[in-house]
């Protein structure tokens, strides 16, 4: 799987905020541009690269990581040790020279907890700047705060939930509260993983760690982050996340070691399972813990801190469940405030995460704008008055699903007309669109899939994942899809309007509002017509106004 999302990210690949260093000198509006981002955290240090577009859609290029261990020992003294120094500014001059060989015109830098709380940060900066060329921006913790709820808000559906997120980091845990549009709260608690283990935890993390111990560092916990807590239950939560690679270790853990199974992209982690695998790990050393399967032996050390903090906090909450997200924290909410400031802010304005997804895969895939939004309008009419007369069942999450399908259905021609079908279920399948979990994005590809040649059987092999209701709808949606499309066949928009104007056990009419020659379209239902009508079990008579 992994191997066909590179492929397809492959394929589809062929605005300054403060602290931002210009890498090279701006091309062209017209042109490309390659803009990284670097978020300079206690434990580690991450980059993105993003190909950004003049249709305003944008494409992650490479994703990076180190463990660099910025915060060690520092939390005693107020000071970064000369060693982790050196490590950060290794790390950080090797991920600036890898964004300007790709021809960053932009490389964007921000520093969190373990820069912001030292006392000797104006060396680490200095050096930043002389030897990385990075003017870096030190964030308080609540910016940070906001910067996650802006990637996550920029990953996922949140939709009309009122929404947790909390973030484990090193140095600090970040929490806000919001919903699609917002953040309503945001806050940060001086408990990283890395700090509470040099502070709280009995050998630095390297032993195994009683119970009575482990209830000492969650009784630390639980007073650190009284207040907050208390502020957070003024809301009601209706889904929490966890952005952290903490948390994503936690989640993993218990997946394979609990329910053997594999860690996926949203993996859900219940309270009752994060306290078996603490009490797992808390059991073990160090050492023992780096072979345990769903962990990052980089983090064997400060994991059990990390579960510490999550299962107070989620206790405190009384919140059941909280899911572990992959490639979601601060640079995804740098890339999401530096599209929002620049001219492609009207990519993140106004549009909910599902369909920014949908409309930039479509861009990079060089659709049909035009044409696919009006095949969208007529598949929407034709489902709105389907479901009015009686001819459908489905509800809203049908209607949404098969308006992305329609804004989707021609990409694979970016690949080749030919089979273009195929080719656009591939691509849905594999491009990692936002904010849809996997069912919805193996319906969206069965229903781009079928949007020509013939309709599936209810017996076809490549609905095999789903349920016979899934499957019933499938068919239904492909099937408005595909007149939807045929109604717009010469892309000139005649077929202004399209609906069942009439619905009864023989017949459906179908009623058109044209302007202009429509003869392609009307000949395009007309071939069809046959197999339209056994569909729908009925015989399809066509109106035009």
Request: hydrophobic letters at 40%; charged letters at 30%; glycine letters at 8%.
């Amino acid at each position: 799987m992994g191997g066909a999302r590179t492929m397809a990210r492959d394929i589809i690949s062929s605005v300054p905020s403060s602290g931002t260093t210009a890498a090279a000198a701006a091309p062209p509006a017209e042109r490309d541009q390659v803009v990284g981002f670097v978020d300079i955290g206690t434990n580690s240090v991450r980059l993105m690269l993003v190909e950004i577009r003049p249709n305003h859609s944008y494409s992650v290029i490479s994703l990076q990581r180190e463990s660099v261990r910025l915060g060690e020992r520092e939390f005693g003294g107020g000071r970064l040790v000369p060693e982790a120094i050196e490590r950060g500014v290794l790390v950080c001059r090797s991920f600036a020279d890898l964004a300007r060989s790709h021809g960053a015109v932009e490389i964007v830098a921000v520093a969190t907890s373990a820069t912001r709380e030292a006392a000797n940060r104006a060396e680490l900066l200095g050096r930043l700047r002389d030897e990385a060329g990075l003017d870096v921006r030190v964030i308080s913790g609540r910016e940070e705060a906001r910067l996650i709820y802006l990637g996550l808000i920029g990953r996922v559906h949140v939709g009309d939930r009122t929404a947790l997120v909390i973030d484990i980091g090193g140095g600090s845990t970040e929490v806000a509260v919001g919903d699609r549009r917002r953040h309503f709260y945001l806050e940060s608690l001086r408990l990283g993983a890395l700090r509470v283990t040099e502070e709280e935890v009995p050998g630095r993390g390297a032993d195994p760690v009683s119970a009575r111990q482990y209830e000492a560092v969650q009784r630390h916990v639980r007073l650190a982050s009284a207040h907050v807590v208390h502020e957070l239950k003024r809301f009601r939560i209706d889904v929490a996340f966890g952005t952290s690679g903490t948390m994503r270790n936690l989640a993993a853990i218990a997946a394979r070691t609990l329910h053997d199974e594999t860690p996926g992209r949203d993996q859900p982690l219940t309270r009752a399972d994060l306290r078996k695998v603490a009490r797992t790990l808390r059991g073990m050393t160090a050492e023992e813990r780096r072979s345990m399967p769903g962990i990052n032996p980089e983090r064997a050390d400060i994991i059990v801190a990390g579960a510490a903090v999550l299962e107070t906090l989620l206790t405190e909450l009384d919140l059941r469940q909280i899911v572990a997200l992959e490639d979601c924290g601060v640079r995804e909410g740098m890339l999401m405030d530096y599209l929002r400031r620049s001219r492609h802010r009207g990519l993140v304005r106004g549009l909910d995460v599902r369909e920014r997804s949908v409309v930039q895969l479509g861009r990079r895939c060089k659709f049909d704008e035009r044409h696919a939004r009006h095949v969208r309008e007529l598949a929407l009419a034709l489902f709105d008055s389907g479901r009015q007369t009686d001819l459908h069942g489905m509800g809203e999450r049908e209607r949404e699903l098969l308006g992305y399908a329609a804004l989707l259905h021609d990409i694979g021609t970016f690949l080749s007309y030919r089979d273009h079908h195929l080719h656009t279920a591939y691509l849905v399948r594999h491009a990692d669109l936002l904010g849809f979990d996997e069912e919805e994005i193996e319906l969206l590809a069965a229903v781009t899939r079928f949007h020509r040649k013939a309709l599936p059987g209810s017996r076809n092999p490549e609905l095999a994942g789903l349920d016979a209701g899934r499957r019933r709808a499938v068919r239904t949606l492909s099937l408005l899809l595909r007149l939807a499309e045929r109604l717009d066949r010469s892309h000139s928009g005649c077929v202004r309007a399209a609906r069942f104007a009439a619905v009864d056990d023989d017949a459906a009419t179908l009623e058109l509002t044209t302007a202009g020659d429509c003869h392609l379209e009307l000949w395009g239902i007309r071939t069809r017509q046959e197999a339209v009508e056994k569909a729908l079990d009925r015989r399809l008579e066509v109106v035009t106004a």
